[in-house]
Nanobody, 125 residues
Framework: QGQLVESGGGLVQAGGSLRLSCAAS????????MGWFRQAPGKEREFVAA????????HYADSVKGRFTVSRDNAKNTVYLQMNGLKPEDTAVYYC??????????????????WGQGTLVTVSS
């Protein structure tokens, strides 16, 4: 089935930047759409960003549009989430996921084939 491992989380001040990585192992996900999701304490998991397997099509939640950029390097089997202009409300555990269908990720997140274990992002004010 393969595995996804997120990294790059940490503590950052408001206005700062972080780049999250999601590395795949055990199989290639080059033909899969990849997505980023987050779950803040006491809140439901929400969609953040998604990228088509080709890298040509991306989609963002309104709350992160213009601040976050999703990209992928299929040769490295890795997806990235560049987060700029971070706000305290961006504090959450960030997860990546893979599925054959990008439409499964938004506007409603359905069943997705593979999930990572998450990485914590904390933005201080």
């Amino acid at each position: 089935q393969g595995q996804l491992v997120e990294s790059g989380g940490g503590l950052v001040q408001a206005g700062g930047s972080l780049r999250l990585s999601c590395a795949a192992s055990g199989r290639t996900f080059s033909s899969y759409a990849m997505g980023w999701f987050r779950q803040a304490p006491g809140k439901e998991r929400e969609f953040v960003a998604a990228i088509h397997w080709s890298g040509d099509n991306t989609h963002y939640a309104d709350s992160v549009k213009g601040r976050f950029t999703v990209s992928r390097d299929n040769a490295k089997n890795t997806v990235y989430l560049q987060m700029n202009g971070l706000k305290p409300e961006d504090t959450a555990v960030y997860y990546c996921a893979a599925d054959r269908y990008m439409a499964s990720m938004y506007p409603v997140t359905g069943y997705l084939e593979v999930w990572g274990q998450g990485t914590l992002v904390t933005v201080s004010s």
